[in-house]
């Protein structure tokens, strides 16, 4: 067991839309194939505008857009345009390149909780052509007073309908009041816990909302329990062995690659295309560092 904390980003700048970013981490940059972790919320809109996240480039990634509570308004380059609610997942694979923009919609709910991840593409894939699903029909495992919505990969026997390109496993746990249950693991995937709300005991591990609790491999089961209602979200997959270099929204594999990628956004070329119908600005690709970018494999 592994406490990886949690750092506070502001999206969009310093007073931007404030998430909790628990990987990459100082001590484990992944699980799996999952690179990438930023929870949000629940946050009050009550006279805020909620998500405004510009048009900004991507690729080498898969992002998963799940949400608690609210609602979150997406963009594409491919011409997509689709509101995610709770229960449902957006899907978006990056490949070569995409672009897209998020927002709170104007007819919202008063609260926002979610979280947003993204999934390192293995090589062979890294450069397929970009896509984007909505899925609002997902797998339900149920134990006693557990029930564990399977959004990407398999668990306990379901699949769910999104596309995957390693081994990986992500859902939504749901516990009842003084549920106690048992969730059945892969032995050779690593895993990884992180608590939406409540404080449910991970093996004889409490844990509350921020950090990210990595529970590693090895294991056939996972035991959960809780005195009241909670929610977490489970991660895990096969060890990715690539190295990679993740620079801004970039994952890639060397320094010239990400420079070549920032020049294609900054430069408008058509790798990224286009998001049709947000009001305002794409977002600028920051300066590049000074020293050269090294990639890393995914422990410290």
Not at 130 to 153: I, K, W
Not at 183 to 196: G, H, I
Not at 210 to 233: E, F, I, N
Request: proline share 9%; with cysteine.
């Amino acid at each position: 067991m592994e406490i990886l904390p949690g750092t506070p980003v502001a999206l969009g700048g310093p007073r931007g839309f404030e998430v909790t970013r628990t990987l990459p981490n100082k001590q484990r940059r992944m699980v799996g194939a999952w690179c990438f972790l930023d929870a949000y919320g629940p946050h009050d809109l009550d006279g805020s505008p909620g998500m405004r996240v510009g048009p900004h480039p991507h690729t080498g990634l898969q992002t998963v857009t799940w949400l608690v509570a609210g609602e979150v308004l997406h963009r594409d380059s491919l011409g997509n345009v689709q509101e995610i609610r709770p229960g449902r997942l957006n899907l978006m694979t990056a490949g070569r390149g995409i672009s897209h923009a998020e927002v709170t919609p104007a007819d919202h709910s008063r609260s926002l909780h979610g979280v947003q991840l993204w999934v390192a593409l293995p090589h062979a894939d890294r450069d397929m052509p970009p896509a984007f699903a909505h899925h609002a029909d997902l797998p339900v495992f149920s134990d006693g007073g557990l029930a564990a919505t399977v959004l990407m990969g398999d668990l306990a026997g379901l699949t769910s309908p999104a596309a995957t390109h390693t081994p990986l496993v992500g859902a939504e746990i749901t516990l009842g009041a003084n549920a106690a249950a048992s969730l059945p693991l892969r032995s050779d995937f690593e895993y990884a816990v992180l608590a939406l709300d409540g404080a449910p005991v991970i093996e004889e591990t409490t844990l509350k909302p921020g950090p990210l609790l990595y529970v590693g491999s090895g294991r056939a089961s996972l035991r959960l329990s809780t005195a009241s209602p909670a929610r977490l979200l489970l991660l895990g997959g096969e060890p990715f062995e690539e190295r990679l270099v993740m620079w801004w929204n970039f994952v890639g594999r060397e320094h010239d690659e990400i420079v070549q990628m920032r020049l294609d956004w900054e430069s408008q070329t058509p790798r990224f295309g286009s998001v049709s119908g947000y009001d305002g600005p794409r977002l600028p690709a920051p300066p590049m560092p000074l020293t050269r970018l090294v990639s890393r494999g995914r422990v410290r």
